[in-house]
């Protein structure tokens, strides 16, 4: 009860009187009602004490355009916000919008949580959402919100693009949507940012679904994003919204696209928790057969790379043979040169696994080769790692260590911690074989840490198996 009341002395002290009023009510009662946040100001009045009658006098001594920028956090279902979305918000720049929530603190109708950023009470929040509804015209409302959304899809594609700068998703971006991005050195600070803003992208996506243009741009363009960070029920929430949204499209490739993101999330989440993986290989199914009817060669052969990526996953490594090389001889017939490495990477990884050490070296280095031509460090930190994999496997150590150590410097520069994690926990791996204990287990408790951030179960529970390797490594070199 008290944390619905936000932990104002007011709203506890109305909900105490209601309940001494009403002797044949529960404290668990009331908690109930106040849970419904359409109802939970309502339920704080109290003939003429009220929260609303008490946030109303404090937003009487405020100027108008200060009670307007109120209303406006209100739009935003997160109570939290930062100075750069609370400026695209109130339409202001970040110093003036700064001004604006510094006079909101000093009202105690906002305070500080940490620099740069801002937070609401529950029932403020609800009050601002009441406010704007009374006081902003729809189109403002609307307006408003927009900006905040185009920001998000400004930083999503710019880390897309700074990622990979020539792949056929990032083509599709027009320089418009990334002109409002704050200026990042690179991918990793551009998923940072996006870091600090994870629940917001969730937030928005649900509440916008019916901006099926926008949704959809911004669900594409967190593709990079979540791939590097490993946030997969984030993924898979967005991805169904913008599946949702691009049915409504007349543009068939973007409904496409939107379908092999949403197959390619389900089977990352089904990986990371060992799940099952029909509904993640149904869509990306009816998505090959939607690129070959639209006859694209580039989305054909990008779709045909995650499938395979996804036999992979389910060891279907026959199924997954066929689709990457099918996708390498589209590449190769339709000239798509940032589509073969990555045909190239799948068939290395695939021929690994099939033991076929000789084949899997020469396809993971013509991938290698060609990203970095193209200037991709995230998916050649990802090659590299599997390079390692097969010198481990032939017993080169040596060449293992200092190829997977590149992986994971790659991986930080790129901000992928998903591949990171990958390749920590390989190095780990040949440490153990090589008795270097102790490098192995601070690797390993580096890519635990990694994978648990990730939430990743599977991932975890391999690389504790590694750990319990590792001690028993020891124990049997102690004696014990």
Excluded at 274 to 284: M, P, Q, R, V
């Amino acid at each position: 009860m008290v944390r619905h009341c936000g932990r104002l002395p007011l709203a506890i002290h109305i909900a105490g009187a209601r309940l001494a009023a009403r002797p044949a009510w529960t404290i668990a009662d009331l908690a109930l009602r106040l849970a419904d946040e359409q109802r939970r100001l309502d339920e704080l009045e109290r003939d003429d004490l009220g929260m609303r009658a008490s946030f109303a006098l404090t937003l009487d001594q405020l100027d108008e355009p200060d009670v307007a920028a109120f209303a406006l956090l209100g739009l935003l279902d997160t109570p939290d916000v930062s100075i750069p979305v609370a400026a695209r918000l109130f339409g202001q720049s970040e110093r003036d919008a700064e001004r604006v929530l510094d006079r909101l603190a000093e009202a105690y109708l906002v305070q500080p949580a940490s620099p740069g950023r801002y937070q609401m009470h529950d029932l403020l929040h609800t009050y601002a959402r009441e406010r704007a509804g009374e006081m902003l015209s729809a189109d403002v409302r609307r307006a408003a919100v927009d900006r905040v959304l185009r920001l998000l899809i400004a930083v999503a594609w710019r880390g897309t693009v700074l990622t990979n700068p020539t792949g056929t998703r990032e083509s599709l971006a027009d320089e418009t949507w990334t002109s409002d991005a704050p200026r990042f050195r690179n991918a990793s600070d551009a998923f940072d940012w996006l870091d600090r803003h994870r629940r917001l992208l969730i937030d928005i996506t649900h509440a916008l679904a019916a901006r099926p243009r926008l949704v959809t741009r911004l669900s594409l363009g967190l593709f990079r994003y979540y791939l590097a960070r490993g946030y997969w029920q984030d993924w898979v929430r967005i991805a169904r919204v913008a599946l949702h949204a691009a049915q409504s499209s007349p543009d068939r490739l973007v409904n496409a696209i939107a379908r092999m993101d949403l197959g390619l999330a389900l089977a990352d989440l089904a990986h990371s928790r060992s799940g099952e993986y029909g509904e993640a290989l149904d869509h990306l199914t009816r998505s090959l057969a939607e690129f070959r009817v639209l006859d694209h060669p580039e989305g054909l052969a990008m779709c045909l790379i995650n499938t395979a990526d996804v036999h992979v996953a389910t060891g279907d490594t026959a199924m997954g043979i066929a689709c990457a090389e099918e996708a390498l001889a589209v590449c190769e017939q339709h000239r798509l040169t940032h589509g073969e490495p990555f045909a190239c990477e799948n068939l290395g990884t695939l021929h690994r696994k099939q033991g076929n050490q000789e084949r899997a070296l020469t396809y993971l280095e013509r991938s290698l080769r060609g990203f970095v031509v193209l200037g991709n460090e995230a998916a050649s930190a990802r090659v590299l790692h599997g390079i390692g994999a097969v010198h481990h496997s032939g017993g080169h150590h040596d060449q293992a260590v200092s190829v997977l150590q590149r992986s994971i410097e790659t991986c930080r520069r790129t901000g992928d911690q998903v591949g990171e994690l990958a390749a920590l926990a390989a190095f780990g791996h040949v440490q153990i074989d090589l008795a270097d204990i102790g490098a192995a287990t601070t690797s390993l408790h580096r890519a635990l840490a990694l994978a648990e951030k990730c939430g990743d179960r599977r991932r975890q529970a391999d690389i504790q198996h590694l750990l319990d390797a590792a001690t028993g490594h020891v124990e049997n070199d102690t004696g014990v």
